[in-house]
Structures are given as structure tokens and as C-alpha cells.
């Protein structure tokens, strides 16, 4: 399944779907199967699994030689070489806080029925708010609110992205406040404060790959865990959610974060000699952005707390605001998005921006980057041509893109290299330390994120053999690149200090 995903990676990989394109093999994934998903008897599972055995023996040969014909076999085989890291990773699992576990669900519970009541109080009736009627009566009928649709199906939606616009433009709405406070924290406490901890106060998580061969988490084939990349990171209950996270007795956290990981890669690839002599002089190019994209002055140190006026809200916010919401913007623009994608991802992190404005921002950055404009149609140009993207060396790894050539297509196109590159830097990596490390030992992945654990005397070294495995040498347009890690570590995940 795995060499077919490095063929063919935006394709379902599951065993029935392969079986059914490789082989004149019956369906048979239901055989024997009972209302519960059990199989009504132990020869039943036998035949099963003796079936699986054989397609997947039968499948082989084929899916062999499309990674061969395809020239994507060496991205299988590093691929298949990571994985013993992964499952290491999988079984170990992270020691976590149990009593305060128990608290921070109690709590998140007590604010679902806050909410529950504040509605009640406020409507004079009961509302089932995990039902999708009921919400789109409540908030389009009882309240009177502008209809929101799904752009894709172009239905009416009560969901995330609909919730936040309409909040946006109600900020003083009870019942609306009601209803999202209902949503989060029921979403917090059922998906993390309520995920099920192994009988040795652990938490488990399986690994996979996506279509960037990036990293994904979900749950364990202990039947334990979830998916820990999708934690928020910008808000308090994402914190004390972090906070659970503990190291075994006698060790401490240490975490290993690319420094400005895709942006440096989108750089290299776009030949932006500005930004490129930025990263080497070691500037803070988040920071320069944020500068000229809000016309800060170029005079003041960058001072998080500090606060400044821009032009375009005329309202104060503190810098470091400005520097994190112009990491946003480039992030928007690197690939290929929209304003109003811009301005629904901004609304996800409770930045309320006009439409006019995320499209002005957008083409104030673009203008001053025309580097990555090029870069941009010429990889649209490449795709069209050969529908064929290599990634930078050493990795090479080959992706071939089939389908309509939609704007869609065009976006994922711009991702592939720089997302690609940095999940097999940090893949890598893992597969390094797991090998050749006896101080260090991985525990998490989430997106440029390495989380592991050392004891306290061996920190240093363990900073060191971290460094060596991530800060890999790539080759980018005849320039070498190689990305920078910062480390912090801290007593939990979710208080984790930086090390100068």
C-alpha cells in the first residue's frame, strides 16, 4: 500500500481498493461480518486474513513495477525506512497528566452546559445543537442571521467557517456566543480531554503519510490516542491542552522546530536573493515582512508586547500580532490562495479582517515579492507541460500530479516541494535519532515539530545529536540550504521555554 501511495499518493491506498484495480478478486471485506464488526466465528477471521494475504501477494508484482515505470521506487524505500521509527514512536507513547486531565475535561464539560443554559435562558427553549436542522433553524430562522453556504455543495452550513463569519459580524449576539462556545468546547473535551489513555497512563498515536509525504497523526492500532497536530496553537485552551503532556520520571521535553522552515525553502526556489541574504544575515524575516507588508517603521526592535498603530485598521495591536498574522498572509500567497481563503484561515485564529483588506494585504505583498510570482507560473508552466514536480536533493522525491487542471491543482502543485522537503527533513530525522541516538528519544511530530525527551545532564548532547540529524544540507537552484533549528524544553509540552 505504501508503494502504490508513493505512485499515486492523492489516490485512496486501501487493500479493497487495490484489490479491486489489480485483481478479479470478489469483494470479500464483508464475509462473515456480524452487526458489530466482529466475524461470527474464528474461521471466518482465518479465511479472512488468509484472502488478505493472497491479494496482497497478487497485487505486489503490478504496484512494483508502476513505482519502477513511475521512477518514484526510491521515494518508496525511504519511506518503508522511516517506518520502524514511526511504530517506535507509536508504541512508546507520551506519559501524560492524569489528574489534570480529569480536571481540564470537567471544566471544558462545565462550559458546554454554561453554554446549554445561556441558551436556554436565552431562547426559552431547548436547542440540539449537534443537529445540523436544528442549528440552520436557529440561526437563520429564530435569529434572523444572513444565510451562510457551503461553497462546495452551495448549501446552507452551521459549521466552523460559517459560525465565525456570522460571529464576526455579531460580536455582541448571546446566543450566537452561546452556540460557538457550545461548539469548541464540546469539540475540545470529546476530541482531546476525553482521548483514551492506555492502562500505563499513555497516549498513543499512528503515523501516516499525506499527498506531501508530510506526517499525519490519528489513532493508535492500540485503539487509544487521536490526531495531536490539530491541538490549537494560538489560544489558551490549547495551551493547558499541551500542558498534559508530560515526560517520564527523571527527564524533561526537549523540542526541535525548523526555524521558518517553508519560507525558506519558497525563497530558495524562487530565487528572492532579498529574502535569501535575510535568512543568511540570520534577520527574522517574519518580522521584515510584517514590516513591509503593514508599513512598520524599519527603525523599531521587534518588542512582542509593544503596540503600534497600523494604516489600514487603524487600530493598536501588539508586534507581535502583526509579525504572526504576516507569517499568514506570505504563507496565503506562497500558495497560490485567495482572499477569501485568507480571510476565512485568519477568522479560524479569531482575526477579524475585511475582504477588501486580506485582498489588498495579499497584493501588497505579491508586488513586493515579484520573485515569487515568477516562481509561481513557472511551476504552473511545469505542470502543465509535464505534470511532473521533483523535489530538491537529496530527497528527489517525484510526484506526478493527474486530474483536471483546476486552481486546486495548481495550489497543491506550489505546496508539493516546499511541504515535501520539510516533512522528509524531519522524517529523516526521526529515523536518525532512532538509529544512532541513546540520549534523545522521539515522542511527537506535529508539522516542523520534533517533541522528544532527555534527562536534564544530557541535554546537551541530546541538543547536539538532534541538530546533526535535522539540519540536512539540501541543494536548491545551485545554492545550498540548510534550515536552522531552535530548541526549547520545558517540564510539559505546554510550557515549553526557548534555549538561546
Given at each position: 500500500?505504501?508503494?502504490?501511495?508513493?505512485?499515486?499518493?492523492?489516490l485512496k491506498k486501501a487493500l479493497e481498493t487495490l484489490t479491486s484495480i489489480y485483481t478479479w478478486e470478489p469483494y470479500y471485506k464483508d464475509d462473515g461480518k456480524v452487526w458489530d464488526g466482529r466475524r461470527i466465528s474464528d474461521e471466518a477471521e482465518f479465511i479472512y486474513n488468509a484472502r488478505d494475504c493472497c491479494v496482497?501477494?497478487?497485487?505486489?508484482?503490478?504496484?512494483?513495477?508502476?513505482?519502477?515505470?513511475?521512477?518514484?521506487?526510491?521515494?518508496?524505500?525511504?519511506?518503508?525506512?522511516?517506518?520502524?521509527?514511526?511504530?517506535?514512536?507509536?508504541?512508546?507513547?507520551v506519559?501524560?497528566?492524569i489528574e489534570e486531565k480529569e480536571r481540564l475535561q470537567k471544566t471544558f464539560e462545565e462550559k458546554v452546559l454554561k453554554a446549554e443554559r445561556t441558551l436556554v435562558e436565552a431562547t426559552g427553549q431547548q436547542w440540539n445543537l449537534n443537529s445540523s436542522p436544528q442549528m440552520i433553524r436557529l440561526l437563520y430562522g429564530y435569529l434572523g442571521l444572513p444565510m451562510q453556504y457551503n461553497h462546495k455543495t452551495k448549501k446552507p452550513t452551521t459549521d466552523k467557517d460559517a459560525l465565525n463569519r456570522l460571529r464576526k459580524n455579531n460580536p455582541d449576539n448571546r446566543i450566537l456566543k452561546a452556540v460557538v462556545d457550545h461548539r469548541k468546547f464540546a469539540k475540545l473535551a470529546s476530541t482531546y480531554a476525553s482521548m483514551k489513555v492506555e492502562s500505563d497512563n499513555r497516549i498513543r498515536t499512528s503515523y501516516s503519510f499525506i499527498?506531501?509525504?508530510?506526517?499525519?497523526?490519528?489513532e493508535s492500532i492500540f485503539g487509544g490516542g487521536g490526531n495531536l497536530q490539530n491541538i490549537p496553537v494560538r489560544t489558551e485552551e490549547g495551551r493547558l491542552i499541551r500542558k498534559l503532556f508530560?515526560?517520564?520520571?527523571?527527564?524533561?521535553?526537549?523540542?526541535?522546530?525548523?526555524s521558518q522552515a517553508e519560507a525558506r525553502v519558497v525563497a530558495w526556489l524562487s530565487n528572492d536573493t532579498r529574502l535569501i541574504e535575510a535568512f543568511l544575515a540570520g534577520e527574522d524575516v517574519h518580522w521584515l515582512n510584517a514590516q513591509m507588508i503593514f508599513q512598520i517603521p524599519n527603525n523599531p526592535e521587534y518588542m512582542p508586547k509593544v503596540?503600534?498603530?497600523d494604516p489600514f485598521t487603524n487600530f493598536e495591536h501588539p508586534l507581535k500580532f502583526y509579525r504572526d498574522l504576516a507569517k499568514t498572509i506570505v504563507y496565503a500567497a506562497s500558495y497560490g490562495m485567495g482572499y477569501i481563503m485568507l480571510q476565512t484561515i485568519l477568522i479560524r485564529e479569531e482575526v477579524y479582517l475585511k475582504a477588501d483588506l486580506c485582498k489588498k494585504l495579499l497584493y501588497q505583498y505579491k508586488a513586493n515579492n515579484p520573485m515569487l510570482?515568477?516562481?509561481q507560473r513557472a511551476t504552473n508552466e511545469e505542470i502543465r507541460a509535464t505534470r511532473t514536480l521533483i523535489s530538491p536533493a537529496p530527497f528527489n522525491r517525484k510526484r506526478v500530479f493527474r486530474g483536471r487542471l483546476s486552481d486546486g491543482l495548481f495550489r497543491s502543485a506550489l505546496a508539493f516541494r516546499p511541504q515535501s522537503v520539510v516533512g522528509e527533513i524531519l522524517e529523516t530525522a526521526i529515523e536518525d535519532l532512532h538509529e544512532h541516538s541513546n540520549v534523545f528519544e522521539p515522542l511527537l511530530n506535529v508539522h516542523d515539530e520534533v517533541v522528544g525527551q532527555c534527562t536534564l545532564e544530557n541535554i546537551d548532547l541530546a541538543m547536539r545529536e538532534v541538530k546533526g540529524a535535522m539540519e540536512t544540507p539540501l541543494q536548491i537552484?545551485?545554492?545550498e540550504l540548510i534550515i536552522p533549528c531552535d530548541f526549547k524544553s520545558g517540564p510539559n509540552w505546554g510550557s515549553l521555554k526557548k534555549i538561546n
Open positions: 500500500m505504501w508503494c502504490y501511495h508513493a505512485s499515486f499518493p492523492y496482497t501477494r497478487e497485487i505486489w508484482p503490478s504496484v512494483e513495477r508502476d513505482a519502477r515505470e513511475l521512477k518514484t521506487w526510491d521515494g518508496y524505500c525511504r519511506t518503508m525506512s522511516v517506518i520502524p521509527s514511526l511504530l517506535e514512536m507509536q508504541i512508546r507513547g506519559a501524560i497528566n499527498s506531501t509525504y508530510r506526517l499525519s497523526s490519528s508530560i515526560p517520564d520520571e527523571g527527564k524533561i521535553l526537549l523540542a526541535s522546530d525548523l503596540k503600534w498603530r510570482t515568477s516562481w537552484n545551485g545554492r
